[in-house]
């Protein structure tokens, strides 16, 4: 049965209010616990193509984490890769930041912003990244300016599997640290390889990992120790090589859990399992430029059920994605049914490693423990979101959710009674609609005011432009 981690009633609420405050003193002299942060970032992978919303699936590790932890049922992102990084990492909207879109800019964020890893870094985390960073893939600008002191990983948006190739042509785009390497094998196995070796190579700090997996992002290369998982449950090829990347993604997690138990830390260890948007719908060719025949010619799946949309798109399968937190013996089991957003990790995870800011970091996110924890009473907030080079928006404000086409047209939907968004309700809700225009305006006020990169309107695609982009590129 759900357990619900949303107080209902304002009694609750008010009790709850009371009591915090007649405990405040007591809390106030209890050391909160620092616990290792384990963060795995994976890429294009959709509402229900995880083993505990569909059990074709076969995610059992990513399975025992949520059973055992707490299943976030709606939580936000971008519906593209960059702007989903950088709200991560900053605890800010992408918008700040003028990263509306995937972006290869060799800079995207100031030198000098506050992110989960330097912040972390400044109160004594180890702090190490393994995977896709893509957002800035200048070498001044990558993991290593913004607070990671290991990095392996690749900068920009993808790579082919086994070549570790931009589009499988040129030079490896694989970096230890600064270092280009050229080493064989699946860059999910590599991955793995490398956050297993880095959580042990050192004891005393807590640590911090950051691990942003390439997969289930095309191109999609599988051996058949993960494709015949599917030979004969996957309704066709699609499927069988999206859910065969997606059960070798979950054993990379396994690898790294696995680690973190043998050393013994499993109960001083927060994971926590998030995707950057929702599954891809591309063709799986779409940047591969060499070998084209080694890879299976499909459009993966662009369905993410019961959701409409899928990613690059502003409907909940757009931005709405697989979540969980799992911290043993801290969190107990449940379902998180509070609206939340990527932005809110920065916030949350400083709570927890005893970071605080002695300047302003303009966070849009918010300190969600005392939420997963049950602790507190579920937020009434506005999320706010401007995608695809700022062309089209949304703001969402349970249980509403208004959505600004590229085209200008206004569509609303009522979440609770509608989560397919099947009935365009802005005629019938004016009041709501203007509601949530002020509330869009109001959050938009602080739009680029930490953009690098400032790119007048003249030079931004028409959609009709956009459109061809997308179809080109992502
Ligand atoms: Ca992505």
């Known amino acids: 049965m759900k357990t619900k981690k949303r107080f209902r009633t304002s009694a609750i609420a008010q009790l709850l209010s009371l009591s915090a405050v007649l405990s405040?003193?007591?809390?106030?002299?209890?050391?909160?616990?620092?616990?290792?942060?384990?963060?795995?970032?994976?890429?294009?992978?959709?509402?229900?193509?995880?083993?505990?919303?569909?059990?074709?699936?076969?995610?059992?590790?990513?399975?025992?984490?949520?059973?055992?932890?707490?299943r976030l049922d709606q939580h936000y992102v971008a519906c593209l890769c960059s702007p989903s990084r950088v709200a991560f990492n900053t605890g800010r909207y992408w918008s700040r930041?003028?990263?509306?879109?995937?972006?290869?800019?060799?800079?995207?964020?100031?030198?000098?912003?506050?992110?989960?890893?330097?912040?972390?870094?400044?109160?004594?985390?180890?702090?190490?990244?393994?995977?896709?960073?893509?957002?800035?893939?200048?070498?001044?600008f990558g993991p290593e300016a913004f607070g990671f002191e290991y990095y392996y990983g690749i900068r920009r948006g993808g790579c082919t599997p086994l070549t570790h190739k931009w589009r499988g042509v040129g030079d490896s785009v694989l970096y230890r640290n600064k270092q280009i390497v050229e080493e064989p094998g699946h860059v999910t196995d590599l991955f793995a390889r490398e956050a297993v070796k880095w959580i042990g190579s050192e004891k005393g700090r807590p640590f911090f990992l950051y691990l942003a997996f390439t997969s289930p992002h095309v191109p999609l290369l599988e051996s058949a120790r993960w494709m015949d998982l599917y030979k004969e449950s996957a309704p066709d090829q699609s499927h069988q090589l999206y859910w065969a990347a997606i059960s070798h993604l979950d054993d990379a997690v396994g690898q790294v859990v696995a680690e973190v138990e043998r050393l013994g830390q499993r109960e001083n260890t927060l994971f926590i399992f998030l995707s950057d948007n929702g599954a891809p719908g591309q063709g799986n060719l779409m940047q591969v430029d060499a070998d084209k025949e080694a890879y299976l010619n499909v459009i993966l799946p662009g369905e993410c059920l019961p959701f409409r949309g899928h990613?690059?798109?502003?409907?909940?399968?757009?931005?709405?994605?697989?979540?969980?937190?799992?911290?043993?013996?801290?969190?107990?089991?449940?379902?998180?049914?509070?609206?939340?957003?990527?932005?809110?990790?920065?916030?949350?995870?400083?709570?927890?490693?005893?970071?605080?800011?002695?300047?302003?970091?303009?966070?849009?996110?918010?300190?969600?423990?005392?939420?997963?924890?049950?602790?507190?009473?579920?937020?009434?907030?506005?999320?706010?979101?401007?995608?695809?080079?700022?062309?089209?928006?949304?703001?969402?404000?349970?249980?509403?959710?208004?959505?600004?086409?590229?085209?200008?047209?206004?569509?609303?939907?009522?979440?609770?009674?509608?989560?397919?968004?099947?009935?365009?309700?802005?005629?019938?809700?004016?009041?709501?609609?203007?509601?949530?225009?002020?509330?869009?305006?109001?959050?938009?006020?602080?739009?680029?005011?930490?953009?690098p990169n400032r790119v007048k309107k003249a030079s931004q695609p028409t959609p009709a432009q956009l459109n061809e982009i997308i179809k080109q590129n992502e």
Not at 116 to 123: D, E, I, M, P
Not at 311 to 331: D, F, M
Request: hydrophobic share 40%; glycine share 10%.
């Open 24 to 70: 405040m003193g007591t809390l106030a002299a209890v050391e909160p616990p620092r616990p290792n942060i384990v963060v795995f970032l994976a890429d294009d992978l959709g509402w229900g193509h995880v083993g505990w919303q569909n059990p074709k699936v076969k995610t059992p590790n990513l399975d025992r984490l949520a059973v055992q932890g707490v």
């Open 311 to 451: 990613k690059g798109q502003l409907y909940e399968g757009g931005i709405r994605t697989p979540a969980l937190v799992n911290w043993s013996g801290h969190l107990k089991p449940g379902v998180c049914a509070t609206p939340l957003h990527v932005s809110d990790w920065m916030p949350t995870l400083c709570a927890l490693g005893g970071y605080k800011a002695t300047r302003d970091l303009k966070w849009d996110g918010t300190n969600i423990y005392p939420i997963l924890a049950g602790e507190s009473p579920a937020q009434n907030r506005v999320l706010y979101s401007k995608n695809l080079f700022g062309l089209n928006r949304d703001v969402i404000e349970d249980p509403w959710k208004l959505i600004i086409t590229k085209e200008g047209e206004q569509e609303l939907y009522n979440l609770a009674e509608d989560v397919g968004e099947k009935h365009n309700c802005a005629s019938e809700h004016p009041e709501v609609v203007q509601r949530l225009l002020a509330d869009m305006k109001a959050a938009a006020v602080r739009d680029d005011d930490a953009n």
């Open 97 to 140: 930041f003028g990263c509306n879109s995937w972006t290869d800019a060799p800079q995207v964020m100031p030198t000098g912003t506050e992110t989960v890893a330097s912040a972390l870094k400044s109160v004594g985390y180890r702090t190490g990244m393994v995977g896709k960073w893509h957002i800035g893939t200048g070498l001044d």
